[in-house]
Every structure is written in structure tokens, then in C-alpha cells.
């Protein structure tokens, strides 16, 4: 099964306008964990520059994709943010991702492992803890003021 990764690359106008989109974009955790085919989403600032933000969303079909693209509440705040001078630039990419690795070493008795694995169960396979001597690897939780929105966690 292909996998779809959407990254987005929003320069917003100001401070106050990145506040305004996230009051906007504030029950968008709620939609995407509705939406089929929708895997994982998160948001951050840029280290460098702090008018960029960057998005990366994971999902199990282009069409899934679209379709959040296309989506009522998608479209409709983007159109708000761009209308209110909020959004300043919004860069999207989207990529076809044809596999994924965990590569882990474990700081307590340095065993490494390298391993394919099945993003849809992403946090399940983080959870795992070092087959070796047991230690637990920290894994980001998903919060209500987080930035990272994990959908495999509530299946």
C-alpha cells in the first residue's frame, strides 16, 4: 500500500496573524481524525525564521489527500486565512512515500536496530521498547495544545 505525504510550508503576516489561524484552525485535530484514509499530522515553527511554519500530514491514499484538500472546513479556513492577510505564502509538496525504517540505538546498552515497519501502526512500533534490555524510548505524546495529531493511537 503507497502512502501520501503532504508538507506545507505557511509564511504567515505577523505574530497576530498565526494566532488568528490557529483560533481558525483550532478543530482541525477534530476533523482529521473523522476523515478516512488520514494517518498523522504535525506542525512547527521553523528554527531559523520564525514567520515559517511547516506541515507535514501522512495519509494512506492520494485520493484521501485530495479529499482533505477539497474538504468543506479545509477550504473554507484557508480561504479565511488567505482573505485576512493571515497567510502571507503557503508552499505545498506533496510525495508518494514508498517505505519506512526505524533505525534505534538504545542509550543504555547501545544495541542498534534498523527495522522496516508499517507506518500506519507509527506509534504502536514507537512504543516498543529496546528488545535487548527492555528500556522504554520516549515517544511523543499526542496533547490537547500539542502539534502533532496521531490517528493510529485511537484506532
Same mark, same amino acid.
Given at each position: ?94 510525495? /508518494? =512515500? +514508498? ?7 538504545? $542509550? @543504555? ?6 527495522? *522496516?515497519? /508499517? =507506518? +500506519? ?7 516498543? $521498547? @529496546? ?6 524510548? *520516549? ?17
Amino acid at each position: 500500500m503507497a502512502i501520501y505525504q503532504s508538507m506545507q510550508r505557511v509564511r504567515f503576516s505577523s505574530p497576530d496573524g498565526y494566532a488568528k489561524f490557529k483560533l481558525i484552525f483550532g478543530e482541525v485535530r477534530h476533523q482529521l481524525k473523522q476523515l478516512p484514509g488520514f494517518m498523522h499530522l504535525t506542525w512547527w515553527v521553523h528554527p531559523q525564521d520564525p514567520t515559517w511554519y511547516n506541515e507535514i500530514s501522512i495519509w494512506t491514499s492520494l485520493e484521501a489527500l485530495k479529499d482533505w484538500h477539497m474538504n468543506t472546513y479545509h477550504k473554507n479556513a484557508k480561504e479565511w486565512a488567505v482573505r485576512s492577510g493571515a497567510i502571507m505564502e503557503d508552499i505545498i509538496t506533496n510525495f /508518494e =512515500l +514508498k517505505s519506512t525504517r526505524l533505525i534505534r540505538v538504545c $542509550p @543504555c546498552c547501545a544495541n542498534i536496530t534498523d527495522q *522496516p515497519y /508499517e =507506518l +500506519k501502526c507509527e506509534q504502536q512500533v514507537l512504543a516498543q $521498547p @529496546c528488545p535487548k534490555c527492555g528500556f522504554s524510548f *520516549p515517544v511523543m505524546p499526542e496533547t490537547p495544545d500539542s502539534t502533532a495529531v496521531f490517528k493510529d493511537i485511537h484506532d
